[in-house]
Structure formats: structure tokens, C-alpha cells
């Protein structure tokens, strides 16, 4: 079955940033797809050393659990990162997962055609500098993003607030969908 794997950036564990992920990902199994939230909530994600072992190894040297995210998205045909908003930019550990990942798919190339994006999730202000920070990775790493009614953002500061974001939790549901339809098309169309 295709899977879509989501990335949770937020230290709480069912804070926003889960429960805007766990919107997208009930839209997206509604689309027949399987979905996993994988959440760095407890998890000491190191920033990258930038020591190129991961060309010879195909994975992180550094021994922290971003390998075994590594290989979960190996497997994956989606992905979907969500951060929340930490002074108008994404939280420092997403970023570095991201980048470390990034960095072994630069030699190993195990993203490209990969469909998902970015959602951010703020009290007031700082989502669409978040979107285009995790943008980056996508569209460096030859990933496929889809867009939706508007921009993936959700408002909400107490755990919990987001549901009240009516509007915001519709465009990522249709987010999901879109990402879920991408991924089918895209594998029903494949010759081999
Ligand atoms: C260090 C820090 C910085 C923050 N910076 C912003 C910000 O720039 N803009 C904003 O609207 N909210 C900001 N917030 C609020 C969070 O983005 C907001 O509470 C969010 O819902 C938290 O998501 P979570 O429950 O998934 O952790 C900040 C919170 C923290 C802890």
C-alpha cells in the first residue's frame, strides 16, 4: 500500500503541530493511503557535522534516531513535515533533521519524486517565512508539492486551539487529499 510519512516538529507531544498532522493524515487515509506520524517530541536531533560520511555509509553517522526516520521515508511515497512557529522561523531540530536527511539523499538520491510539503502552525504571525524555509528542502531534493485552497497554515497557541481554526484545518484535509491524489496518479502511470 502507498504510505505517507509525516514529520511532527513539535517538543509536545499531542500539541498543534500533531493534531494538524493528524487531520492531514486521516484525509489522506480516507484516500485509501497509510499513513505514520513520526514525532521529534523527546528525540535530541543533532544539527548536521557536515562531515560527508553519509556518502560512503547511506545514512547519518551521528547515532540519534534520525537513521531509523531515514529509513521509514525510504519506504515512504509521501512526505509531510509539520513545525511550529519559533520566532518566524521553523523549530531548529526539524531544520536539522531536514538537513541531514537532505544531505544522505544528496549521494543517495532516495526523495526525487517524493509528493508532500510543508505546513506551519503560529499563534499570530510567522507562517508563510516557516513555509518557505521547509519549502526548500522539498524543492532542492526533487520532491513533488501540490498546493491547496490557500496556504498550509493553522492558527492556534494553546494545545488544542487549532481545531478552532475551521478554515485552516479545511485547506490541510484538502492538503492531504491532494497529496494522496498526486501520489496515486503518479503510480498508476508508472510503466514498470
Ligand atoms: C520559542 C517560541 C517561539 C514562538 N514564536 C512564535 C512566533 O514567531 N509567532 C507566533 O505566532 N507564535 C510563536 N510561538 C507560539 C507557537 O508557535 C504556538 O504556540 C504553536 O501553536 C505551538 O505548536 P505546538 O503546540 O505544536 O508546539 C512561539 C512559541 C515558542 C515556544
Known amino acids: 500500500m502507498k504510505k505517507v510519512l509525516l514529520l511532527c516538529g513539535s517538543p509536545r507531544k499531542k500539541g498543534n503541530t500533531y493534531q494538524v498532522l493528524d487531520e492531514c493524515a486521516r484525509a489522506i487515509e480516507q484516500e485509501g493511503l497509510e499513513t505514520e506520524i513520526i514525532s521529534l517530541a523527546g528525540k535530541n536531533i543533532r544539527s548536521c557535522i557536515h562531515c560527508k560520511k553519509c556518502a560512503e555509509l547511506n545514512e547519518c553517522i551521528l547515532d540519534d534516531g534520525l537513521n531509523e526516520i531515514i529509513a521509514k521515508l ?13 520566532f518566524g522561523s521553523a523549530r531548529g531540530d ?26 506551519s502552525i503560529a499563534r499570530r504571525g510567522g507562517h508563510t ?7 526548500m528542502f522539498f524543492l532542492y531534493n526533487d520532491m513533488i508539492v501540490p498546493g491547496s485552497s490557500s496556504w498550509n497554515m493553522v492558527f492556534g497557541w494553546a494545545p488544542g486551539e487549532v481545531q478552532d481554526d475551521e478554515e485552516g484545518m479545511k485547506v490541510i484535509r484538502k492538503f492531504g487529499v491532494n497529496v494522496a491524489t498526486l501520489i496515486k496518479k503518479i503510480k498508476n502511470n508508472q510503466v514498470a
Open 74 to 86: 525510504r519506504e515512504s511515497d509521501g512526505f509531510i513535515v509539520g513545525s511550529p512557529v519559533y
Open 94 to 119: 526539524l531544520m536539522a533533521a531536514l538537513q541531514r536527511i537532505g544531505m544522505v539523499s544528496f549521494y543517495h538520491d532516495f526523495l526525487s519524486w517524493k509528493v508532500g510539503g510543508p505546513i
Open 129 to 135: 517565512s516557516t513555509l518557505q524555509e521547509m519549502l
